[in-house]
């Protein structure tokens, strides 16, 4: 009999995660994989455009929870993941990353007595501000099978008393999704929109955090780095919709439109990202994600955070922490641009972690049966 395993995702993130773990499930015989998309990233460029360039199917629910505060979302997240796993009856539920999507699918699964897996577990930032810190420990404390990305998630796992035999050490698979669709980016054409920039160096930024876009203090002394940089080079800044709108009520459009070599596009597809990243010689964040993207492809990478929960990124890959001030991003971004940190791409980041994860979710289901 197929192990049903309930695989749940709501925002971009989980969607490269998921997304090998899921085909792998599909292929063997030995799993019958459901995948239940929460809706809680609901702008077709932040969902379906994702779901066409990772090859993903149709989600087999889709629940359209929608936006709204921290409490609001995770509130109509659980009962809706509730009601889906009522009718599905699986015999796993697996979660991925840290949105609030994941946090919710643990919850429910712990209350309805489902075995949960959580992919990406053990990461800590030790920064409870950030919601999604709150996610991990929570999630990390009520999943039966943790699988880590990186040596730290290891310890800190080990350091919060969850037992050895839950924890395992498979690597990333983000890194699985960038390696199986780099070379997708040659078989389709550069959108028009990216010719001004796509044959000269420029950096890419991304920027979403609540702590840098909604608050205006913060936004403006990004835009004031934005403002030196963007005259070294184009500044590429691929814009979340509520960066957008907070850029309008805020006022600072018209700053915006007077930066000739800032340019700002919707969000755009997953392969449509990776012809941007690959080609950035700096690459400015505040997302988890971009900064092991980066570190795997050797790009230097500054991330506009007090914290980083992915460590290994820093120790070994091309990633520093850099303060929200324009001196300290500047300054920052010349020394990266000159190669004055070399990188190197961490353990099990090969291309292979959903392979580890199936093969002992596989073990585990056959020693049970």
Not at 20 to 25: E, K, V, Y
Not at 73 to 85: G, H
Not at 217 to 241: C, E, K, T, W, Y
Request: charged letters at 25%; aromatic letters at 6%.
């Amino acid at each position: 009999m197929s192990l049903r395993s309930a695989n749940i995702v709501g925002a971009r993130p989980n969607f490269m995660k998921i997304a090998p773990i899921h085909r792998l499930m599909k292929e063997d015989s030995a799993f019958d994989p459901v995948l239940i998309h929460t809706g809680q990233h609901y702008d077709r460029n932040m969902s379906e455009a994702f779901f066409r360039d990772l090859g993903l199917p149709e989600p087999d629910r889709y629940l359209g929870v929608g936006s709204g505060t921290q409490s609001q979302q995770t509130a109509r997240l659980l009962i809706a993941i509730e009601k889906s796993l009522l009718e599905i009856k699986p015999d796993l539920v697996v979660v991925v990353g840290d949105v609030n999507s994941t946090l919710a699918g643990a919850l429910v699964a712990a209350k309805l007595r489902i075995p949960l897996a959580h992919v990406e577990a053990g990461l800590r930032s030790f920064d409870r501000s950030m919601p999604e810190e709150v996610n991990r420990v929570v999630t990390d404390r009520l999943s039966d099978f943790l699988f880590v990305t990186e040596e730290s998630g290891v310890k800190n796992l080990k350091n919060e008393g969850v037992p050895e035999s839950s924890i395992h050490f498979v690597g990333n698979v983000m890194i699985d999704s960038l390696v199986r669709f780099m070379d997708r980016i040659k078989d389709r054409p550069a959108p028009a929109e990216f010719t001004p920039f796509l044959n000269r160096d420029f950096i890419l930024m991304t920027l979403h955090r609540p702590s840098n876009v909604d608050d205006r203090d913060s936004l403006v002394r990004i835009l004031d780095a934005l403002d030196r940089l963007q005259g070294l080079m184009p500044v590429v800044f691929p814009a979340h919709p509520r960066t957008r709108k907070n850029i309008e009520s805020f006022g600072l459009k018209d700053r915006i439109s007077r930066m000739k070599g800032l340019f700002i596009l919707d969000p755009v597809g997953y392969i449509d990202f990776l012809r941007l990243l690959t080609r950035a010689r700096l690459v400015l964040t505040d997302s988890g994600g971009i900064q092991e993207e980066t570190t795997f492809l050797g790009i230097p990478c500054l991330t506009l955070r007090e914290n980083t929960e992915r460590p290994v990124t820093i120790t070994l890959g091309t990633n520093r922490l850099v303060p929200l001030n324009a001196e300290s991003i500047v300054e920052n971004a010349r020394l990266s641009m000159n190669g004055s940190k070399k990188g190197s791409i961490p353990p099990l980041w090969d291309g292979r972690a959903a392979e580890r994860i199936v093969a002992i979710l596989k073990n585990i289901a056959y020693s049970q049966t």
